[in-house]
């Protein structure tokens, strides 16, 4: 095991301590961990491509001295978790009453189990609405309001993707108007979680590639986001989460593709995933992942986070030059960046990482521009800016370097996204 890997692995056990299960062959713990929360455990998990992990944990539930509660798995949710999902598994929970829920699958189907939890529990005394809870903290203050406690999930998470498995997210999708809107609580972070990396092996190579990009992207949207005056640990800690996660995306995406029978590189990617987690779990994202909100029918969640990054990271660049070279130099260590950045400043400086990054998303045949998205059309960039003053995404433009308002949105983050669509860094205003 590499010096990177052990250092990942110290990281992510030092912050979930117990809590998390991670590695290769560590599927068949679930059991014992559920075990913790009761003996009654309602499963959702896809059964027909995923019956091999379905069954696996059921056995392992069982061994445990558990029941299947209601007989069968439930089965899953759909990509981006349509609310939908959201509602039929809630009938589940409350049909079945079990002790424990046990999320099997990626970060959709986590996230409609966190959010059909709290709707179970709270939606007789709050709202049975999901429109109700999209913000942050709503959760969190209907539970001290009303006394009630939440069922513990135990998020088993099979792809490398979103670290829903561990953070206090929650992505909801309406597929009619094709938006997602954003749960954020830390009432909803899984109890207990288990990432079996060994599981990735059956995923498609561009769903790897996606939780690659999204681990890029949740490390660089927190760690560029921190405030000047931050405290110089959670600097520190950052920057060596971010630096862990990129050393590990960077090197081993390429070589997933090669070979997607490469374990070791999809290890990688999972840990990388799960660093990704706990960097959202310590501050927030911002321009990136306010705009894949919006991009539901056109790229998977990372992707689109990934095709964003460059471009923002010129907008922000007079603000983030610590972080620029910090991240910049991981690309040109891997050959995607031939500039000395310690010699560059401001704009010059993030176009070099911005073109580092499109160059690296060009080498794991990912798109590098909105354009190059099959299904895009311009009338996207529209909706991205409607999207972007939603009350409801505030937290987004919040927590940008050089925080954006519903009234700024159109003059700075419009050329954001019009460059983004053309892929021309040219048209990105400068905010200094």
């Not at 990129?246 to 070979?259: F, G, Q, S, T």
């Not at 401001?346 to 990054?357: E, H, K, Q, S, T």
């Not at 354009?371 to 311009?378: F, G, H, R, T």
């Not at 960039?381 to 003053?389: C, N, Y």
Request: with cysteine.
């Amino acid at each position: 095991m590499s010096e990177l890997f052990e250092k990942s692995r110290k990281l992510l056990s030092g912050w979930k301590g117990d809590k998390y299960v991670f590695g290769r062959g560590v599927l068949p713990e679930v059991g014992k961990l559920a075990a913790r929360f009761g003996k009654s455990a309602l499963v959702v998990c896809n059964t027909t491509y995923m019956k091999a992990a379905a069954d696996a944990v059921v056995k392992s539930l069982k061994d445990a001295g558990l029941t299947l509660a209601g007989g069968a798995v439930v089965p899953d949710a759909g990509p981006n978790a349509p609310r939908a999902d959201v509602y039929r598994i809630e009938s589940y929970i409350l049909h079945h009453k079990p002790d424990v829920i046990v999320a099997v699958g990626g970060g959709s189907n986590i996230d409609a189990c966190k959010a059909a939890n709290f709707l179970a529990a709270l939606g007789g005394q709050v709202s049975p609405e999901i429109d109700h809870w999209f913000g942050t903290g709503i959760v969190s203050q209907a539970l001290e309001k009303t006394g009630i406690k939440l069922l513990p999930v135990i998020a088993v998470m099979t792809a490398a993707s979103s670290g829903a498995h561990l953070t206090k997210y929650s992505n909801i999708t309406d597929p009619v108007i094709g938006q997602k809107k954003l749960i954020v609580d830390e009432g909803i972070v899984p109890p207990g979680a288990l990432f079996d990396y060994d599981l990735t092996a059956s995923q498609p190579v561009p769903l790897t590639i996606d939780g690659a990009l999204d681990a890029i992207a949740h490390c660089f949207e927190v760690f560029s986001g921190l405030p000047k005056d931050a405290p110089a640990e959670k600097y520190a800690l950052l920057a060596e989460i971010t630096e862990a996660a990129l050393e590990l995306a960077v090197e081993y995406a390429p070589r997933v593709i090669k070979n997607p029978g490469d374990m070791e590189a999809r290890q990688a990617i999972g840990m990388a995933s799960d660093l990704g987690g706990y960097a959202i779990m310590i501050g927030g994202t911002h321009g990136p992942h306010m705009t894949s909100f919006s991009l539901i029918d056109c790229a998977g969640h990372g992707t689109a986070c990934g095709i964003m990054n460059p471009y923002y990271a010129v907008f922000f660049a007079p603000a983030i030059e610590k972080q620029l070279v910090l991240a910049g130099n991981i690309f040109k260590k891997h050959g995607y960046i031939g500039e000395n950045l310690e010699n560059l400043k401001g704009r010059d400086l993030g176009i070099a990482v911005a073109n580092g990054m499109i160059a690296f998303a060009k080498a794991i045949n990912a798109p590098a521009a909105l354009s190059e998205l099959p299904n895009w059309k311009d009338t996207y960039i529209e909706k991205i800016l409607i999207a972007a003053k939603d009350p409801q995404l505030d937290m987004k433009l919040k927590n940008m370097p050089v925080p954006l308002t519903a009234a700024t949105v159109d003059e700075y983050m419009g050329p954001i996204i019009r460059s983004a669509a053309k892929g021309d860094l040219s048209m990105i205003k400068s905010f200094a």
